[in-house]
């Protein structure tokens, strides 16, 4: 049984850092791309990072290059996001999605879903 679990999101200051873990089971981590998407009240799902199943592409939305790394450990079949100076347009909720072998900015290519897990940036 496919399953994604995310956890880490909070209530952090502007500035501050968070990291998100997506737990995995019921796959081989290596052989799938795995998505964090983000969605805030009232707009779409987007795509905030991807890293595709051989690890070598990792995809980062414009607005969080450089403030946001994606990494994974095959071993503890967890994918990592590492959120720094977060700001308050960061906040949504953020899920993780299993997708195909490559990256894709397309919802519908993520078959599998996490539950998501609140990011609020706030003062």
């Known amino acids: 049984q496919v399953q994604l679990v995310e956890s880490g999101g909070g209530l952090v200051q502007p500035g501050g850092s968070l990291r998100l873990s997506c737990t995995t089971s019921g796959f081989t981590l290596s052989s799938t791309a795995i998505g964090w998407f983000r969605q805030a009240p009232g707009k779409e799902r987007d795509v905030v990072s991807c890293i595709s199943s051989d690890d070598d592409t990792r995809y980062y939305l414009d607005s969080v290059k450089g403030r946001f790394t994606i990494s994974r450990d095959t071993v503890e079949k967890t994918v990592f996001l590492q959120m720094n100076n977060l700001k308050p347009e960061d906040t949504a909720v953020y899920y993780c999605?299993?997708?195909?072998?490559?990256?894709?900015?397309?919802?519908?290519?993520?078959?599998?879903w996490g539950q998501g897990t609140q990011v609020t940036v706030s003062s």
């Open positions: 999605a299993r997708g195909a072998y490559y990256c894709s900015g397309l919802v519908s290519r993520y078959q599998y």
